[in-house]
């Protein structure tokens, strides 16, 4: 599958819009059925909410976003109010070149229970250009916990530690300083806010953490890796992965956290969940 523009020199023109091509059936079911829904943009970080709607060629968007019945005859993605189109989305959030017409941006799309779909980019190419640019799909990309170290994560470090090697190794430190704190038995029961104290040395590391909450999510968080855009998500804080409650991803636009802990044991974690794991950063990067 994937989204062909309108028209060349768009971006020139007010910015294009982007149709469907080689469609999946039960996507296409879907659109025949709803008319429209939102959509939902996969970013390297992970799911993000966006201001676009997928159309069906047989419907039509009203300026009150109403969706009502229209000959179109092309499935789309409408702005539906953006200042700019899907397609200059995707080239900001993973740092494609500026200047260039889209020719092709390969997708894939999913139905999300909740009615709207999540549409990953995976291959790009440019008006007047015979190469294409391969897009990673990322997978669990905000976790780093003893099962699994996204490569994006990875990179990060490699980044700080490239370029500050001094904060690295101060970052380092603090961490397994509050680890060590919660394995002392000599200081007793500590309550699960307290891992919070890593705040400074994960700012160092890209991720801001935000106020500690009493209501929803414990953080409003932000990631910015790589270079690329800040990523907001936010953060749920246990000592153990397993007692974070799922339902209140419900209090969210979408079901989208991280769960920072000290101790990795949920078994299954839902999608679009990623775990940042403390002990692990101590036993990944032993100290001399």
């Keep these: 599958m994937h989204l062909q523009q309108t028209k060349a020199g ?46 069906g060629r047989d419907h039509k968007l009203t300026d009150g976003g109403r969706i009502v019945r229209g000959r179109v005859g092309h499935d789309r993605i409408q702005q539906a109010g953006a200042d700019r189109s899907v397609g200059e989305e995707i080239r900001r959030w993973y740092g494609l070149p500026v200047g260039k017409d889209f020719e092709r941006i390969d997708i894939e799309v999913s139905l999300h229970p ?35 170290q996204s490569t994006l994560w990875r990179r990060q470090i490699d980044r700080v530690r490239n370029a500050s090697p001094d904060e690295w190794e101060w970052a380092l430190e603090e961490i397994g300083r509050v680890v060590r704190d919660h394995k002392n038995p000599a200081l007793g029961r500590i309550h699960e806010a307290d891992l919070q104290r890593t705040a400074g040395a994960f700012s160092k590391l890209g991720l801001t953490l935000g106020p500690y909450l009493t209501k929803g999510y414990d953080c409003a968080s932000r990631f910015e890796f790589c270079g690329l855009l800040p990523y907001e998500c936010p953060v749920e804080i246990k000592k153990r992965s397993a007692g974070f409650a799922y339902q209140m991803a419900r209090y969210q636009p979408l079901p989208r956290a991280v769960v920072l802990c000290l101790d990795h044991d949920l078994l299954n974690v839902p999608e679009h969940i990623d775990v940042v794991e403390l002990n692990c950063f101590v036993d990944a990067f032993p100290r001399r």
């Design 10 to 55: 768009s971006l020139d023109s007010g910015g294009p819009q982007y149709y469907f091509h080689a469609v999946p059936d039960h996507i296409k079911d879907f659109l025949r059925r709803r008319g429209a829904c939102p959509i939902v943009l996969m970013t390297p970080y992970g799911i993000a909410p966006s201001p676009f709607t997928a159309v």
């Design 114 to 148: 909740e009615g709207h779909f999540i549409v990953s980019p995976t291959r790009v190419s440019f008006r007047a250009s015979r190469r294409h640019r391969e897009i990673e799909k990322p997978d669990r990309p905000l976790s780093f916990n003893r099962r699994y």
